[in-house]
């Protein structure tokens, strides 16, 4: 006769009344009255290996700059009015500028 294990459950009543059931020798619930009252895990889990960072000190080409303008408005907000940016890709430097409508006795 040949069968298969699926699952190996071992029950044991403990001194209190309760029962404690061990499945797959990992597994362990504390049970009262038909309810579950703990359970844990003996599972003995390997920590998450990280790989290494790789440092690199050479240029992206890929990255360029981009620059923020702001005011200070009166409501203690900071309202962006320029942006630019360049990459290394364009020898060009792109600047917008934008126009801020603002309430009476704003302050930079």
């Known amino acids: ?24 020798n990992k597994n362990v619930f504390i049970i009262k009255n038909n309810t579950i009252l703990k359970s844990y895990s003996t599972n003995n889990l390997a920590p998450i290996k990280s ?6 000190n050479r240029e992206n080409p890929n990255i360029g700059v981009i620059d923020f303008e702001t005011m200070r408005i009166t409501d203690n907000t900071s309202k962006v009015y ?5 990459t290394f890709l364009d ?8 126009f801020l409508l603002v309430p009476k006795g704003t302050y930079l």
């Open 91 to 98: 020898e060009e430097v792109y600047t917008y500028i934008f």
């Open 51 to 56: 790989r290494p960072l790789v440092k690199s």
């Open 82 to 86: 320029a942006c630019g940016f360049k």
């Open 1 to 24: 006769m040949e069968g298969l294990i699926i699952e190996d459950i071992v029950d044991t009543v403990l001194d209190n009344g309760n029962v404690q059931r061990v499945s797959n």
